[in-house]
């Protein structure tokens, strides 16, 4: 129970003062904002519908950005009426492969932004003008200058350049992010998952209109985790209504390559509203006329099923993964948690059911449900609430450092707990070096050619020194909004550099699928590889060291016993040219019986020198 704070008559300064943080569900297709008013979490309206359309209008026949509904009133300009900005943010303009009608600009490794006839309108600028439509609907709605910060769901899968992405737009909007949260965990604070006292795992399936997420979730003594995630960042309900569309196409005899963009979107919201229509009914009466030609047919939701099997397939897919990586079988669940406009359609509640052989939870309704959850949180923040749940979301992919022969060192492994600080000693690797360089990769293989680089700096002023003896400590931090920060420091003389990782743009669904993927299909591969490049690494280590030994103590040597050393050094150095690596071992070892002979001679030397001139008397 809440309690009221009572002071004396003109002893408080803010008599009437109330702090409010908002729960904004940045959707694909539509966005809510939610607040906690009288101890209930709950979704601000627009009109007579709680969900803003998240689509911007940047054309001539205005001269400002008009956002939400009225954008809608323009949709069929459609190179200049942005819809599903969400699909863009944080990617580079080469993974952007799914159709769309927008003229985009920029190279391909950067960002694109939408060429529209109010000039260039970034993916980050357009949700920027969406989340602060709803900041100022929401302040309409509060006490003046009561608004104190918002929490901002985002889909589980999203890296660290779409949620950096997601955060400045936010910033733009004039909003103080408290906290970027993943929508399936938001989900489940809805559902109260908190308040349960007995350990559980909790399955939340979030297909909205633009992306598809699914979390594993436990509670266990008062801490929720993120066992683990994973999901599709493209792929919704906008897919479900292009595949209804595509069926309508191949009705009438004709190919989508047949149909122009302006058609292929009218069929697409026709495709909608049949959709709409059959999670209330059972069949669905169609007449329209596609190039010319009239198509009459009955759809019902047996024939629904079959339609839209392609998207059902890839979710269960993705469920399958998620329980994989966290070693727990659909009988070991305690609920399955509907999420997403697109969960209310009934041929997918029945695949869910039929899937996971139990009937799934859906009584919040699931456009809100995420919004009240971030409501609930934000709240929980703002007020410093004792009753703050502890949330553990976690990596979606492993992070790891670049080393010698390109192998990559996992500094945090995949589903690690965030936030989480990883700290790890390296050191040089060649005599007198002063200089490293830090790169960063992101990828489930043991080698970087095969993983994403994310980011890269150097570290200068170490001390020259023998190779081996400098001692450079890497820390990797994830705070818990996702964003990586990776520091280096060389021990002995304290001089620190470090990078926050924002990549200039994400993954895309194909580089998610195979990053995850490609360590499980390549496991016996990368294993033999990395035997071989850490043998390699080991031997040009050994050379090195052989001839700084040779350059400082040749003179102890024969010249025989120089000729055989360099001899069996030079062997070595050429079998490193192949990928033979019993070859490499065989010339390691022949290697060693000179080596080994050289480094006692060196180590008697030693010990004469430092016995030079003193008495037994003194030992």
Same mark, same amino acid.
């Given at each position: 129970?809440?309690?009221?704070?009572?002071?004396?008559?003109?002893?408080?300064?803010?008599?009437?003062?109330?702090?409010?943080?908002?729960?904004?569900?940045?959707?694909?297709?539509?966005?809510?904002?939610?607040?906690? @008013?009288?101890?209930?979490?709950?979704?601000?309206?627009?009109?007579?519908?709680?969900?803003?359309?998240?689509?911007?209008?940047?054309?001539?026949?205005?001269?400002?950005?008009?956002?939400?509904?009225?954008?809608?009133?323009?949709?069929?300009?459609?190179?200049?009426?942005?819809?599903?900005?969400?699909?863009?943010?944080?990617?580079?303009?080469?993974?952007?492969?799914?159709?769309?009608?927008?003229?985009?600009?920029?190279?391909?490794?950067?960002?694109?932004?939408?060429?529209?006839?109010?000039?260039?309108?970034?993916?980050?600028?357009?949700?920027?003008?969406?989340?602060?439509?709803?900041?100022?609907?929401?302040?309409?709605?509060?006490?003046?200058?009561?608004?104190?910060?918002?929490?901002?769901?985002?889909?589980?899968?999203?890296?660290?350049?779409?949620?950096?992405?997601?955060?400045?737009?936010?910033?733009?909007?004039?909003?103080?992010?408290?906290?970027?949260?993943?929508?399936?965990?938001?989900?489940?604070?809805?559902?109260?998952?908190?308040?349960?006292?007995?350990?559980?795992?909790?399955?939340?399936?979030?297909?909205?209109?633009?992306?598809?997420?699914?979390?594993?979730?436990?509670?266990?003594?008062?801490?929720?985790?993120?066992?683990?995630?994973?999901?599709?960042?493209?792929?919704?309900?906008?897919?479900?209504?292009?595949?209804?569309?595509?069926?309508?196409?191949?009705?009438?005899?004709?190919?989508?390559?047949?149909?122009?963009?302006?058609?292929?979107?009218?069929?697409?919201?026709?495709?909608?509203?049949?959709?709409?229509?059959?999670?209330? +009914?059972?069949?669905?009466?169609?007449?329209?006329?596609?190039?010319?030609?009239?198509?009459?047919?009955?759809?019902?939701?047996?024939?629904?099923?079959?339609?839209?099997?392609?998207?059902?397939?890839?979710?269960?897919?993705?469920?399958?993964?998620?329980?994989?990586?966290?070693?727990?079988?659909?009988?070991?669940?305690?609920?399955?948690?509907?999420?997403?406009?697109?969960?209310?359609?009934?041929?997918?509640?029945?695949?869910?059911?039929?899937?996971?052989?139990?009937?799934?939870?859906?009584?919040?309704?699931?456009?809100?449900?995420?919004?009240?959850?971030?409501?609930?949180?934000?709240?929980?923040?703002?007020?410093?609430?004792?009753?703050?749940?502890?949330?553990?979301?976690?990596?979606?992919?492993?992070?790891?450092?670049?080393?010698?022969?390109?192998?990559?060192?996992?500094?945090?492994?995949?589903?690690?707990?965030?936030?989480?600080?990883? @700290?790890?000693?390296?050191?040089?690797?060649?005599?007198?070096?002063?200089?490293?360089?830090?790169?960063?990769? +992101?990828?489930?293989?043991?080698?970087?050619?095969?993983?994403?680089?994310?980011?890269?700096?150097?570290?200068?002023?170490?001390?020259?020194?023998?190779?081996?003896?400098?001692?450079?400590?890497?820390?990797?931090?994830?705070?818990?909004?996702? +964003?990586?920060?990776?520091?280096? @420091?060389?021990?002995?003389?304290?001089?620190?550099?470090?990078?926050?990782?924002?990549?200039?743009?994400?993954?895309?669904?194909?580089?998610?699928?195979?990053?995850?993927?490609?360590?499980?299909?390549?496991?016996?591969?990368?294993?033999?590889?990395?035997?071989?490049?850490?043998?390699?690494?080991?031997? +040009?280590?050994?050379?090195?060291?052989?001839?700084?030994?040779?350059?400082?103590?040749?003179?102890?040597?024969?010249?025989?016993?120089?000729?055989?050393?360099?001899?069996?050094?030079?062997?070595?150095?050429?079998?490193?040219?192949?990928?033979?690596?019993?070859?490499?071992?065989?010339?390691?070892?022949?290697?060693?019986?000179?080596?080994?002979?050289?480094?006692?001679?060196?180590?008697?030397?030693?010990?004469?020198?430092?016995?030079?001139?003193?008495?037994?008397?003194?030992?």
């Amino acid at each position: 129970m809440s309690l009221l704070q009572i002071s004396e008559p003109n002893q408080s300064k803010n008599p009437h003062q109330h702090r409010y943080a908002l729960g904004i569900d940045l959707g694909t297709t539509h966005s809510l904002v939610a607040v906690v @008013r009288s101890g209930r979490s709950e979704v601000l309206a627009f009109g007579q519908s709680p969900l803003l359309p998240s689509v911007v209008y940047y054309g001539k026949k205005s001269s400002r950005p008009i956002v939400g509904n009225d954008a809608l009133n323009y949709a069929d300009d459609h190179k200049n009426t942005i819809i599903s900005a969400k699909r863009f943010m944080g990617r580079a303009k080469s993974d952007i492969k799914f159709s769309h009608p927008y003229d985009l600009s920029g190279n391909h490794q950067t960002m694109p932004a939408f060429l529209t006839a109010q000039g260039e309108k970034s993916p980050v600028e357009t949700s920027a003008h969406i989340l602060r439509h709803l900041k100022n609907h929401a302040a309409a709605a509060l006490p003046p200058d009561s608004i104190q910060g918002a929490v901002i769901t985002v889909p589980a899968y999203f890296d660290d350049a779409q949620r950096a992405a997601t955060k400045d737009a936010a910033t733009a909007a004039g909003l103080n992010v408290l906290r970027l949260l993943n929508e399936p965990t938001a989900a489940a604070i809805a559902y109260g998952i908190d308040k349960n006292t007995a350990q559980g795992n909790y399955l939340v399936y979030d297909l909205g209109g633009g992306t598809f997420d699914v979390s594993l979730l436990r509670l266990s003594e008062g801490v929720f985790e993120v066992l683990a995630t994973g999901g599709n960042s493209a792929l919704g309900g906008d897919d479900i209504d292009r595949l209804i569309a595509h069926w309508l196409i191949q009705s009438s005899h004709l190919t989508p390559a047949d149909i122009d963009e302006t058609e292929k979107s009218r069929l697409a919201k026709l495709a909608k509203t049949y959709k709409q229509a059959l999670s209330s +009914q059972d069949s669905v009466v169609i007449e329209v006329e596609i190039g010319g030609i009239l198509v009459t047919q009955t759809l019902n939701n047996d024939m629904l099923s079959e339609i839209i099997q392609p998207v059902i397939r890839r979710t269960t897919q993705s469920c399958e993964q998620v329980m994989r990586d966290a070693k727990i079988d659909k009988s070991n669940l305690n609920d399955i948690i509907l999420v997403g406009g697109s969960t209310r359609m009934p041929v997918i509640q029945n695949a869910v059911t039929a899937y996971f052989e139990r009937t799934p939870l859906c009584n919040i309704n699931p456009d809100e449900v995420v919004a009240i959850g971030a409501g609930i949180a934000a709240d929980q923040l703002i007020n410093q609430s004792n009753e703050t749940l502890l949330l553990l979301d976690v990596t979606p992919l492993s992070l790891g450092i670049e080393t010698m022969g390109g192998l990559v060192e996992v500094i945090i492994p995949r589903n690690t707990p965030i936030p989480v600080t990883r @700290r790890q000693v390296f050191t040089t690797h060649q005599d007198g070096q002063t200089g490293m360089i830090i790169q960063v990769v +992101q990828g489930e293989r043991d080698t970087v050619a095969n993983c994403r680089g994310l980011a890269r700096f150097e570290l200068h002023g170490i001390p020259p020194m023998k190779a081996g003896l400098a001692r450079i400590e890497v820390t990797y931090a994830i705070d818990a909004n996702g +964003q990586l920060t990776v520091s280096a @420091r060389e021990t002995t003389t304290d001089i620190i550099s470090q990078i926050q990782v924002s990549p200039s743009y994400g993954l895309s669904e194909e580089q998610q699928e195979q990053l995850l993927q490609a360590g499980f299909i390549h496991a016996a591969e990368d294993k033999a590889a990395r035997m071989l490049i850490e043998t390699k690494v080991e031997a +040009q280590r050994e050379l090195l060291a052989l001839q700084s030994a040779l350059d400082e103590f040749t003179d102890l040597l024969s010249d025989e016993e120089q000729t055989n050393l360099r001899h069996h050094m030079q062997v070595t150095a050429d079998s490193l040219n192949t990928d033979d690596k019993a070859a490499i071992d065989e010339a390691i070892k022949a290697l060693k019986v000179h080596s080994d002979h050289f480094a006692s001679v060196i180590m008697d030397k030693n010990v004469k020198d430092a016995l030079t001139g003193t008495r037994t008397s003194d030992w």
